[in-house]
Structures are given as C-alpha cells and as structure tokens.
C-alpha cells in the first residue's frame, strides 16, 4: 500500500473530528465528507444524526442530506422529528427526501402523516423561501417518496388525499404517483371521478392520464367506455380538457391518438393547436402523415404552417414533395416555413420546383430559404441526381455566391459545392478570382476599371455579358460584371495536351495560361465581399483532399491576406502534415491577430509534429490572452517537458482559472517538486474554494502523498483558519471514491 493511501485513514479518523469544529461552514464540509468518502460506520452515522440537531439550518440540512443519500436506516426516528418540528423549510424538504432514499417500511406513516397535515403548518416561511410555500414542498416530496416506496399501503391516503386536497399541483402529482404504485386502483377510482360531473375534478383526471405517460397503463387496463369518453372531450368547451384528453389518448397504443391529435389541429384554441402538433410530432403514425398531408392543402396559412412543421419533424420524403407543389401560395410566412421542411425532408424530386421558384421575383428571406434548401436537399445523395438537374442547380446558385447579401453568398457558395464533381478545384478557383480581384481598381459609381492592365494574366475566358444586367467593355474588351461570373468561363477550357504552365491555378487545372503582354478577359464580380474567400476556404477542408499544389496556392494566398482569411488558411493547412506548415504557422505566431494566433497555436497542437524552436511559444506564455496563454502551455508542455516546471508555476500564479486548470492537467508523478507544490497550494488558498476538486483530483492522480501530509497540517495551523474549510474540502475529494469502487 503506497504512503498516499495509507494516508486516507488519517482523513477518515479526523472527519468525525472536524464535523465539531466551531465554524459551521467547516461543519458542514466535513458533514460533506463524510457523504463523499460514503462513510457508515457507527462512528459517522451517529455523528450525523447528531448533527441533525445542530443550532445552524445549513448544517441540518447538510446531514439529512448526507443521511439520505448514505441511506441510514437507523435514523428514521430523526428525520421524522425534522420534518415535524424543524422551522426552516430547506431542513423539512431535505429530511422528507432521505426518508424517500431509506424507503424501509416504517418510513411510510410518517410521510402519509406529513401529506395528512398540510406539511405540518407550524412551519415558519422565511423570507427567502417568499417565492414557494415549503410547506407545500415537504408535502410534494413526501408524495414522490411514497411513490419511490411503492407500497401498496400508500394507496388508500393517497386516494383520500388527492380527493381532499385544494392544490391542482399536488392533486396531479397524486394522481401520477397513484398510477405508479398501483395502476388498477387508481384507474378505478379514475372512472369515479370521471364521471362524477364535476368539471374541475374531470380536468384533473384528464390530466393526470395524459401526463401519466403510459406508467403501468394500457389499453386492456382501462374501460372501452372511458375511451370512448375520452374521444368525445375532444370536443368538450373547456380547451384543458380538448388537449388532455388528446395526450391521454395518446399514452395507450391501441387508441387513435394520432388522428385525435390531427382534429386539434383544427380547435379554435391557439395553445390546443400549437400543443397537438408538438404531440403528433412525436406520435403520428402513416394515417396520420396521410390525413396531414390533405390538410396541408386547406387554404388556411395559419395551419398550413403548422402542418409543414410538423410534417418537416415527422421526416416523411413524401411530405417534402407534396410541401414544394404549392410553394407558390401568396403568404410569405407560410412559403418559408414550407422551404425550412423541404430542405430538410425532401430528396431530388423537389429541384426542379426550388430552381423555378429561386428563378422568381422574391425577397432576400425567401431567396435565402430556397438556397439553403437546395443545399440541404442531396447533401448525402449527389449521385443519385441527374446530370441534367445538377447542372440547372449549378447554374441557379452561382450567381448568388457573389450577392452583396452575406446570409445569400455563403449559403450559395455552401450548397454550390454539394453538387461539385470537384469541389477543391472550384474553391480553389474561386479563392484565386479574389486574389486576381485585388489588383483590380473598381469605380462602382461608374464601373470603370482603373487600372486593366496591371492584372496578372492567370485566367483567360470568352467575353459574358447578359442583356439585363450593367456591363462594362473596355477597349481591350475587358468585362466587369456585378455579381456574376459563369463558372464556366471562369474556369476555361481545359488545354488538349493538358500540359500544367506557369500560373500555379492553371497548373493544377491543368490550364493553358495567356501570354503576359495579353489583357485579362475575365469577368470579376464588382465589390465582392470579404467573407466569399473566406469561406471558401472553410469550405475547402470539409470537401477535398489536400495535397501539395493546392498548400502551395493557399500559402501563397496567405501572404496578402487579411485576418479573417489568413486565419481560415491556417485552419484548412493544419489538417495536412508537411514541414513546409511549421515554418508557415511559426511565422503566423507573429501575427498582430489574436484570432490567427490562436488558430496556429491550435494547428501546431493538432498536427502533433515535434517543435524545435519553442522562442515564440514560450514569448506567448505572457500574452494578455488568457486563451493565447492556455494554448501555448499546452504546446510547450507537449514539446519542453525539462523545463516545464518553471512554466507550470508560472501558470499557478495566473489569474484565469482556465489556465491554472490547463496546467493541472500536466502535472505528473514523475515533475513534482517542493516549488512545483507549494505553487498548488497557494493556487488551492487564492482560488477560494474554486479550484478545490481540480487539484484535488490532480493530487488523486499522481498520488502526491506529501501534499497530503502539507493539507493534514494546515488545518491544524489557526493562522490559517479561513482556509481550513478548502483544505478538508480538498482532503476529502481527493479520497472520493470513483465510480463502482466502494460500497
């Protein structure tokens, strides 16, 4: 047995101790380590009933708890005074819960007694406890506690209560936990209520049933009549009534709840409809999807929203076809709520119907619903798609990539790449467009090119222009169009050698590039906004295998980006391992950014490649980042295990938890030292308790004995009185047993 866990004996023998001291806040730790370190002896147990009387509400509290959860059975007769006599209602809940936990027979007359009498009125209500009454609390648990014994004794105060009470809450908690513990009682005395002719007492029997959720009940168990009743309060005046009975209907399997539900979905109560779809989203079956599917063609915006909600929920692809057929209604609300389910239903069926709509004259909102639509539609399915219809859906969404609208380019740029043979290569393209872009003067006032002929030569394609739209021709035929450019003129034709040149994007699509003297025929989008590379590049990692002509491009990119694209370059070069990357994510380390600091610090971690140089690294280790600062830890703790120490005791003394947890996390065994642990130490006492299970889990870990030992003094040393609660905090945690572990 190692010193560590010779150690745990010493803790256990002081708790009892400890449990006495003055303090009542270290009273109830230690009351808390006892439960921790799951202590039953006779020694504990008798210490916690003791406390059970302690002068502090807290620590009354504390122990009943500890009891409960111990599952002291020789301490019934405590509780039960507790739940009488106590004033404070914290102390009377606590107790009734741990009667619940012990749950032996004896417990069941006190807690029937505790229902009986209101909670025991005698209870004083404090002023914290303004916002419920504890004395319905303590009766409220007392029932859950009856329904955890399941005794059949507790049938008959059950019944007696739930017919006398004048609280709804406490009836149906009544109703549900009688249902519990014995279901054929309780539908007995169900049909009596039921058909007593009282409206409050049928509601409450309705509810009961629907929120039983199928507890100990079926079909065989209740009345044919009682069905048949419940049918009809589908159509009862009381809307409580309409929608309990649906959800009761709902609870048995052989009911026709489903279809019940759909009728709701017709009831003049606007919280009866929302509710009865919520419940069909969950329930319905094939006549159900069948009735919706009709209604779904009333002409009713209102329903018809509701319906294509709750059908896009189902996830029927039938749904999403007959959804799309009437895209063209007048409501605009209803048009998107019926694009959101499509996109998520539908399968390729429904493209044609979403490419003539996108082709309409309609607003921002609804253009973006059918682009994300579209997107969503053959995410998983692409090969079962005609070429035909791919090609349409390329053609609808390309413009859009270049919308001034952010919310339109990217979910355009997004689902254009779902329907690419080669998505790497068209976001490849379309990030080099914006680097061919910034060389590119543009007067949009006027549309005229300031400079044509300072473009670098990369791209050539035949001249575009559409007859609706505002184009610029220059002199050297140079075409500037707002928001669109036909991906296949961009891309070009291919050359029929098929020979790689000299531009690095006409290598790797194997493109014949123009003679440098020639202008740029190329059409660029005027004014595209910085989020289209940007997201193309995020787009770029998700679609394609990275190889090394498509890094070559990205580094170049890189050199003239900006934050945002440097740091999504950074992002989509991490998932690669080529020693070209370390140099290129040490250089980013330098960076102004902390957005690209962060994502190259994260990179060099997740390439998990050995760094050499760790100077920038360690310069991090003090950057005003707390998260710069836990990163770069993480690096040099992986890279520089002789001279971690001294960095591990300076993130002790940081003022982020954050960090101080990240350094936790790489003390071992084999690192500690006097420095290393006295830096933990003083960490545990400026945290304030906030740090205490952390560090009593990394003590755990590494089984440092001496911190122990350190702990076990200080709670003796009373100028360290203010801290002493942390230490037997700490103490205990780091004897907690783990899961399966002890008894």
């Not at 303004?130 to 014994?149: D, F, K, M, R, Y």
């Not at 915006?301 to 063209?328: F, K, R, Y």
């Amino acid at each position: 047995m190692s010193k560590f866990s010779e150690l745990e004996s010493v803790v256990v023998e002081r708790l009892p101790g400890w449990c006495r001291r003055e303090d009542s806040l270290v009273r109830c730790i230690a009351v808390n380590g006892l439960r921790r370190l799951h202590l039953k002896d006779v020694l504990a147990t008798s210490t916690l009933k003791e406390l059970l009387h302690d002068p502090d509400a807290d620590v009354r509290i504390d122990s009943a708890y500890a009891l409960g959860e111990l599952e002291v059975d020789s301490c019934v007769e405590d509780l039960v005074e507790i739940i009488t006599h106590d004033p404070v209602g914290e102390a009377r809940i606590e107790a009734t819960k741990a009667l619940g936990k012990i749950g032996v027979a004896r417990v069941v007359d006190p807690l029937v007694d505790c229902i009986r009498n209101d909670g025991y009125p005698e209870l004083e209500v404090y002023s914290d406890e303004a916002e419920s009454n504890p004395c319905w609390e303590v009766q409220s648990e007392a029932i859950i506690a009856l329904g955890e014994i399941a005794s059949h004794s507790v049938v008959d105060p059950l019944i007696s209560f739930i017919t006398e009470s004048d609280y709804d809450d406490l009836q149906d908690l009544g109703f549900r936990t009688l249902l519990k513990v014995d279901s054929s009682r309780a539908h007995q005395y169900i049909h009596q209520q039921y058909y007593k002719g009282d409206k409050a007492e049928k509601r409450r029997v309705v509810r009961a049933l629907a929120d039983s959720r199928g507890e100990g009940t079926n079909l065989g168990a209740l009345s044919k009549q009682l069905i048949v009743d419940l049918n009809r309060s589908l159509d009862d005046e009381d809307p409580d009534i309409r929608l309990n009975a649906a959800r009761a209907l709902a609870q048995f399997a052989e009911a026709p709840a489903s279809l019940a539900l759909c009728r709701l979905l017709l009831d003049p109560n606007h919280f009866v409809r929302e509710k009865a779809g919520e419940f069909l989203r969950q329930a319905a079956d094939a006549e159900a999807i069948e009735l919706l599917h009709d209604m779904l063609k009333i002409t009713d915006p209102e329903l018809q929203q509701l319906i294509a909600s709750v059908l896009g929920q189902i996830g029927n692809v039938e749904s999403g076809l007959i959804m799309s057929e009437i895209l063209t209604v007048p409501d605009e609300n209803l048009q998107i709520e019926l694009l959101k389910n499509i996109g998520l239903i539908a399968d390729s069926q429904v493209l044609p119907e979403l490419i003539e709509f996108l082709g309409e004259d309609i607003n921002d909102d609804m253009r973006l619903q059918v682009i994300v639509a579209l997107g969503q539609v053959c995410s998983d399915s692409i090969e079962e798609v005609p070429s035909d219809i791919i090609s349409a859906t390329q053609e609808c969404l390309y413009p859009h990539i270049f919308s001034s609208n952010q919310a339109i380019s990217v979910a355009a740029l997004e689902a254009y790449v779902k329907y690419c043979e080669n998505p790497g290569e068209f976001l490849l393209g379309i990030l080099q467009i914006q680097e061919v872009e910034e060389d590119v003067t543009l007067n949009q006032d006027e549309g005229i090119a300031a400079d044509e002929t300072a473009v670098e030569p990369e791209i050539s394609t035949e001249n575009y222009a559409e007859d609706d739209s505002e184009s610029i021709v220059d002199d050297e035929n140079i075409i500037i169009k707002e928001e669109q450019v036909p991906l296949d003129e961009f891309l070009g034709e291919l050359p029929e050698d098929g020979n790689p040149k000299s531009s690095t994007l006409a290598s790797i699509f194997s493109r014949e590039p123009e003679e440098e003297s020639q202008p740029v025929e190329a059409p660029l989008p005027v004014g595209s906004a910085e989020w289209i590379p940007i997201y193309a590049a995020r787009l770029l990692a998700k679609h394609t295998d990275l190889n090394q002509q498509i890094v070559d491009v990205l580094l170049d990119i890189s050199e003239n980006a900006d934050e945002s694209l440097l740091k999504e370059i950074v992002d989509v070069v991490s998932h690669v391992k080529m020693p070209q990357i370390l140099g290129f994510l040490e250089q980013c380390l330098a960076k102004e950014g902390g957005a690209v600091v962060l994502a190259s610090l994260h990179a060099l971690k997740e390439m998990a490649l050995p760094l050499t140089d760790l100077t920038a690294v360690k310069e991090l280790l003090s950057s005003d980042d707390p998260l710069i600062r836990r990163r770069s830890l993480e690096l040099v703790a992986i890279n520089d295990e002789q001279s971690l120490n001294q960095y591990l005791q300076q993130a002790f003394a940081d003022d982020d938890r954050d960090v101080c947890l990240t350094a936790l996390e790489f003390v071992k065994k084999e690192n500690i030292t006097e420095e290393l642990r006295a830096a933990v130490l003083s960490m545990l006492m400026k945290s304030g308790g906030d740090l205490t299970v952390p560090i009593a889990q990394m003590l755990r870990r590494v089984e440092d004995s001496e911190a122990i030992s350190l702990l076990l003094d200080k709670v003796l040393d009373e100028d360290l009185k203010e801290y002493h609660w942390i230490f037997i905090s700490a103490l205990t945690e780091a004897y907690k047993p783990q899961l399966g572990t002890r008894e």
